[in-house]
């Protein structure tokens, strides 16, 4: 059984990607388990085979305890990790050989609380998993925020200790030239050190090389997937890697 976890930022485009893999994957004859993982979702673009909103009520969890739709949010995940074994209980029954996890996109819950890594690695077990990070074109179409989103990638990557696979979503809202320039940067540091250089101003243009570094040390300079799932391009090479990853081919990060 493989696990695929689905994140990124708000509204980049994970769940519309999870029902354009599981379709990819259904019509190549493979058989899928969907997990919805947010609690907030009201009506996902696929029908859920195993949901969080089964055991946690976003709704209820704000009007009891009077909060607003982010601390709910973190709530009804602190909440879930309780019914974790469920989760997986359900999934391990359905059996089947992908499962696509569709994650919140409230990325302070992976990125700094611990629920959601303790989801994520509870769910997974010791199953093979990899994680599909999604920078939305919108953000990723400029230097600094492709920048930012690589680091917020890292700061996932940390947290989860997958192997991680990083797509650039919703490639069709911006030209294919545009769509190469970015892919560019993530394989030629050299020319997001340029583009910084241009557009960048004060303390960024001090920074971005060392930060550059950063990046290109622990190996976040591997090639950006262009995917835009609504019109269903680039599933095949995104499948292909997918496997690579999940074969082995790349190696667990490992953090003691
Ligand atoms: N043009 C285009 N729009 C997309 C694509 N994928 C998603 N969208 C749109 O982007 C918006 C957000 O998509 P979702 O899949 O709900 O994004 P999400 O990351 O699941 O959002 P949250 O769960 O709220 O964080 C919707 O309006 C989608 O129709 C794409 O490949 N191309
Ligand atoms: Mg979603």
Redesign the pocket.
């Known amino acids: 059984m493989f696990f695929i976890f689905v994140i990124?930022?708000?509204?980049?485009?994970?769940?519309?990607?999870?029902?354009?893999l599981e379709k990819w994957l259904a019509t190549s004859e493979l058989a899928v388990t969907v997990v919805n993982l947010?609690p907030?979702?009201e009506d996902?673009?696929y029908t859920s085979d195993v949901d969080i909103r089964e055991y946690v009520n976003y709704g209820q969890v704000m009007h009891e305890f009077g909060l607003g739709p982010n601390g709910a949010l973190v709530a009804s995940l602190d909440m879930a990790v309780s019914h974790v074994d469920d989760l997986r209980e359900e999934i391990i029954d359905i059996g089947r050989d992908y499962v696509i996890i569709?994650c919140?996109?409230?990325m302070e819950l992976f990125a700094y609380r611990n629920s959601g890594p303790l989801l994520v690695s509870s769910l997974r077990n010791y199953d093979p998993a990899a994680s599909l990070y999604?920078l939305d074109a919108n953000i990723a179409r400029t230097p600094t925020g492709y920048l930012s989103s690589m680091l917020l990638g890292i700061s996932i990557n940390i947290r989860f200790l997958l192997p991680q696979i990083s797509i650039l979503?919703?490639?069709?809202?911006i030209s294919e030239e545009k769509v190469q320039e970015v892919i560019s940067w993530s394989t030629n540091p050299f020319l997001l050190q340029d583009a910084l250089d241009m557009t960048a101003e004060g303390m960024i243009k001090e920074y971005s090389s060392s930060i550059l570094r950063i990046l290109e040390d622990i190996g976040s300079g591997t090639s950006l997937f262009p995917?835009?799932?609504?019109?269903m391009v680039g599933m095949e090479t995104l499948y292909a890697e997918i496997q690579r990853v999940l074969a082995g081919g790349e190696d667990y990060l490992t953090y003691e």
Not at 169 to 173: L, W
């Open positions: 990124g930022t708000a509204g980049c485009g994970k769940s519309v990607l999870t029902a354009a947010d907030g979702v996902p673009p569709d919140p996109g409230q999604l979503s919703k490639a069709d809202i995917i835009s799932a609504k019109q």
